[in-house]
C-alpha cells in the first residue's frame, strides 16, 4: 500500500512539471477569434498552412485595440481592428515588446509561438527593443543588433554566433480562437 501511494505521488509531481522549454522572462497573452475576422484576415489564414507565420503587434486608436501583422512569406501587412465588445474586454501582452511570431512549423506541423525580440540581446542588452525581422524568404528571423538570424520553423540560431534559441510561448488553436500564452 505505502509503495503505492509513494508511485502515486511521484507520479502526480512528475506529470505537473511545467514545460520547461516555455518562456516565462517577459508576459504572453494573446487571444484572437478567427470567427470574427474570416479569411482574407492574415492571421486567420496562416493558421493550418505549414511555414506560414505572422508577426503581431498590438496598438490602440481612439479608444480601439489594433493588431498589425505581416506575413513571413510575402512581408505583406494588415491592421486588423478589435471592434466587438468582446475583443475590447481582452487585454493583450506580447512579450517582451509587444511583439509575437506566430504560426505553423514544416518540421513538425505544430503552432509555434515565439518572442518577436532576440533572446540573446535581451539577455547580453539592457532594455527591450531587439525586434526580430523576416529573412530568407521568411523562414528566417533576423536581429540587426548581434546579426544571427533564427530558424522560424524550431526557434534555433541558424546563422552567426551560437547562443540561445528564441523565447516559446504557448500556443493553440481549436478551429475558432487562436491562443498564445505562458
Not at 551560437?162 to 500556443?171: D, E, K, V
Amino acid at each position: 500500500m505505502r509503495k503505492t501511494l509513494v508511485s502515486f505521488i511521484l507520479l502526480v509531481l512528475t506529470a505537473c512539471t511545467a514545460d520547461e522549454s516555455i518562456s516565462h522572462n517577459y508576459r504572453c497573452s494573446f487571444i484572437f477569434d478567427t470567427t470574427l475576422h474570416p479569411l482574407p484576415c492574415q492571421l486567420t489564414g496562416i493558421l493550418g498552412n505549414s511555414g506560414h507565420f505572422c508577426k503581431v503587434s498590438t496598438s490602440i486608436s481612439q479608444g480601439v485595440t489594433h493588431l498589425k501583422t505581416t506575413r513571413n512569406y510575402d512581408g505583406a501587412t494588415e491592421d486588423i481592428a478589435l471592434s466587438t465588445a468582446r475583443e475590447s474586454q481582452i487585454n493583450f501582452a506580447l512579450g517582451a515588446n509587444n511583439s509575437l511570431i506566430i504560426g505553423t512549423s514544416t518540421y513538425d506541423f505544430a503552432l509555434k509561438a515565439y518572442d518577436g525580440q532576440c533572446p540573446n540581446c535581451l539577455n547580453d542588452y539592457s532594455g527591450i527593443n531587439y525586434p526580430l525581422t523576416w529573412k530568407n524568404n521568411g523562414q528566417q528571423l533576423y536581429c540587426a543588433k548581434c546579426g544571427r538570424s533564427y530558424d522560424v520553423n524550431n526557434g534555433v540560431v541558424a546563422d552567426g554566433a551560437s547562443g540561445r534559441q528564441l523565447f516559446m510561448y504557448m500556443a493553440s488553436y481549436d478551429g475558432s480562437v487562436l491562443r498564445a500564452w505562458n
